[in-house]
């Protein structure tokens, strides 16, 4: 493997994908050689949790996000069109609690006579690299995609949200008596995991390409140290972003038969 020339990772990284997928039009052609390059933007919305062990009563966190897209495509297989495609993104994620009673009513602090909210955003630079599977119209037409593959992030910055002083927090009223998170900054800057998702593309030969994904992140490291002697066993990101791209060519392959 370390002998192979940087022309064939790629393609090896696809076929590692196709293989797990049902071929379609088995009649097609073969290995259609494919090199082309597209960059583009991205925006779009991010719903955020964090899966604490012991657990954290929470709903999903929202925030805007906004990357930058490259798209080097490959080769044809059968039908699915093989690509890879490196994303720079960045988002601010995180959790917001629900601090709710036995009876999951609200709870009401004593200070401020308001429901306590409390929510951490934490901002991130997101750098996935996806291996990408298409089927349908190239240039001019619709196409559906799935892409998989595995996402570093690495930590920028933090800032906590809370409508109470975390010294006079009703406490007494919680149903959950979990509260160390809410004072504990994060320890592991560096965050991994896998991301994958589906969409669709739109493709006009002058106005280049059009892009909607709903993709999922699960998180394979933890904000928080999670050995014996931490509180935390785990503490590790769970995200669904939906976003838009736009995406135009820089290099196109010169061969006719290229719908």
């Not at 690509?83 to 609200?106: C, F, H, M, R, S």
């Not at 109470?164 to 406490?171: A, F, P, V």
């Amino acid at each position: 493997m370390k002998h192979m020339s940087l022309h064939l990772a790629p393609r090896t990284y696809c076929l590692l994908l196709m293989l797990l997928s049902l071929p379609l039009g088995l009649q097609a052609q073969i290995g259609q050689h494919r090199d082309e390059f597209a960059v583009g933007v991205s925006g779009g919305y991010v719903m955020s949790q964090i899966n604490f062990k012991p657990d954290v009563q929470q709903g999903w966190m929202g925030s805007p996000m906004v990357g930058l897209t490259l798209r080097y495509t490959t080769e044809k297989y059968f039908s699915s069109v093989c690509a890879i495609v490196g994303e720079v993104n960045y988002v601010k994620i995180g959790w917001k609690q629900k601090i709710l009673t036995l009876t999951d009513e609200p709870v009401i602090n004593t200070v401020t006579n308001e429901a306590e909210e409390y929510e951490r955003r934490i901002g991130y630079v997101q750098v996935p690299l996806l291996a990408r599977l298409g089927w349908g119209r190239e240039r001019k037409g619709m196409q559906f995609f799935f892409q998989i593959g595995p996402q570093v992030g690495f930590y920028l910055n933090e800032k906590t949200e809370a409508n109470y002083e975390l010294s006079k927090r009703n406490i007494g009223m919680r149903s959950s008596v979990v509260i160390e998170q809410e004072t504990m900054p994060v320890e592991n800057k560096f965050d991994y995991g896998i991301a994958g998702g589906i969409g669709l593309e739109y493709s006009h030969p002058k106005l280049g390409h059009f892009l909607l994904e709903g993709r999922y992140y699960f998180g394979l490291g933890n904000i928080y140290g999670n050995t014996k002697r931490d509180y935390f066993a785990r503490s590790n990101y769970a995200n669904i972003m939906v976003k838009a791209s736009w995406l135009f060519d820089i290099a196109k392959t010169k061969n006719e038969k290229v719908k």
